[in-house]
């Protein structure tokens, strides 16, 4: 079975960024996702369309179909009042946006009163290296399309 839109997809990865191992799939928990909903990122959901069970590829995405270009409009200086607890240079933090969605930022600096932040992915403007191995593929049940992801024995229910 080729993997395509409403398929399920069972796959071993390996994510390197410069050389360096960012990600990867434990043994025996391979990611699971559902073809053609964006679960993952669109170059890699693209580059694995077509492919079957046992196919094993090398992929490498560029910025603009993996974690999007880097804004340096995205930087932004906060009042350290914003915050609750200690702030930590390099941690992530979340903020809710006025229409109740979660922003995720990573702190860059803290200079007195400021904190200096970053909206961007952490991997924005990164080139993506995959190593993919398909584990699986079948057909999507009804709950799963329904629900636009994929269901792994043991989820919980929503």
Do not use: C, W
């Amino acid at each position: 079975m080729n993997i395509a839109q409403n398929k399920v997809v069972e796959l071993e990865y390996k994510l390197t960024v410069d050389g360096e191992v960012i990600d990867q799939s434990e043994p025996g928990e391979p990611l699971v996702y559902l073809q053609g909903h964006n679960n993952i990122i669109p170059g890699l959901e693209r580059a694995l369309e077509g492919k079957q069970t046992g196919d094993s590829l090398q992929v490498t995405v560029q910025p603009e179909d993996g974690y999007g270009v880097r804004d340096e409009d995205a930087i932004e200086d906060l009042e350290r009042s914003d915050f609750e607890d200690d702030i930590e240079v390099g941690a992530t933090y979340y903020a809710q946006a006025e229409d109740g969605s979660v922003l995720p930022f990573t702190v860059l600096a803290i200079d007195g009163d400021t904190v200096q932040v970053d909206f961007n992915p952490p991997l924005a403007g990164e080139v993506l290296n995959f190593d993919v191995k398909v584990l699986n593929v079948r057909d999507a049940t009804a709950e799963e399309l329904e629900h636009g992801h994929a269901h792994t024995e043991g989820m919980h229910d929503h």
